[in-house]
């Protein structure tokens, strides 16, 4: 079943904080977050295990809670180059991701 | 560099055609994916391949068909069985999927389109 996230767009001004949430209905081992921009390639930006460890680097960090089955990915002062569809791929035990619908961040300046 | 390389960027298809898109990896990792993208949809899991000459349906397979000769090869026919191929298609690989959760490289996809 595919996770929802929320919000699905977001629009910011360059540096401001933003959260995107990731829920999932089934017990998670892990989830994935990537970035996209338009007509490209998603990038992947980090994996978190179950056991409730957040992760991050430099100003963009996720945590994942595996009691509520949900990730946050935190993207502090963002930058013009943040903007893009951000998607969480959840895992329950088969090794392959379940992608949301992703979310859309513009950052203006 | 190691990457993924997918081609044609752009193909268009004429209505009873099977066309393939082709994915190749110099990353030396074991597993594959394809996925279809559509708007507002997020991506969708069509086959999957985590050892050479075995592959696995996923989500959406019905009219697509896939070959694993090769480990850094893992073409995707779209076949005429396919009621609404007109898609964004992007191929993935990973390490061994079957060990343990690890991250995903795409290709930067190919765009089909039935005319």
């Known amino acids: 079943q595919q996770p929802v996230q929320s919000p699905q767009a977001v629009i910011l001004r360059e540096g401001e904080d933003a959260v995107i949430n990731c829920s999932s209905s089934?017990?998670?081992?892990?989830v994935h977050w990537y970035r996209q921009k338009h007509g490209e390639a998603p990038v992947f930006l980090m994996i978190?295990?179950?056991?409730?460890e957040q992760k991050g680097h430099e100003k963009i960090s996720a945590s994942f809670n595996e009691k509520k089955q949900q990730s946050s990915l935190y993207l502090t002062a963002s930058q013009l180059s943040y903007s893009g569809t951000y998607f969480c791929?959840?895992?329950?035990?088969?090794?392959?991701?379940?992608f949301g619908r992703g979310t859309s961040l513009i950052v203006h300046p | 560099d190691g990457g993924i390389t997918q081609s044609p960027k752009y193909l268009f298809r004429k209505e009873g055609q099977n066309v393939t898109l082709s994915c190749e990896q110099n990353?030396?990792?074991?597993?594959m994916y394809w996925y279809r993208q559509d708007p507002g949809q997020g991506l969708r899991l069509i086959y999957y391949?985590?050892?050479?000459?075995?592959?696995q349906k996923g989500d959406i397979a019905e009219g697509y068909s896939v070959s694993r000769e090769k480990k850094e090869s893992f073409p995707l026919t779209v076949t005429s069985a396919q009621k609404n191929p007109t898609a964004f298609y992007l191929c993935?690989?990973?390490?061994?999927?079957?060990?343990?959760?690890?991250?995903?490289?795409f290709g930067s996809g190919t765009r089909l389109t039935v005319v």
């Open positions: 993935a690989s990973s390490l061994n999927s079957g060990t343990g959760s690890y991250g995903y490289t």
């Open positions: 089934k017990a998670l081992y892990s």
């Open positions: 978190l295990l179950k056991g409730g």
């Open positions: 791929g959840t895992e329950s035990g088969s090794y392959i991701p379940t």
């Open positions: 990353l030396n990792h074991d597993a």
């Open positions: 391949s985590q050892i050479v000459n075995d592959f």
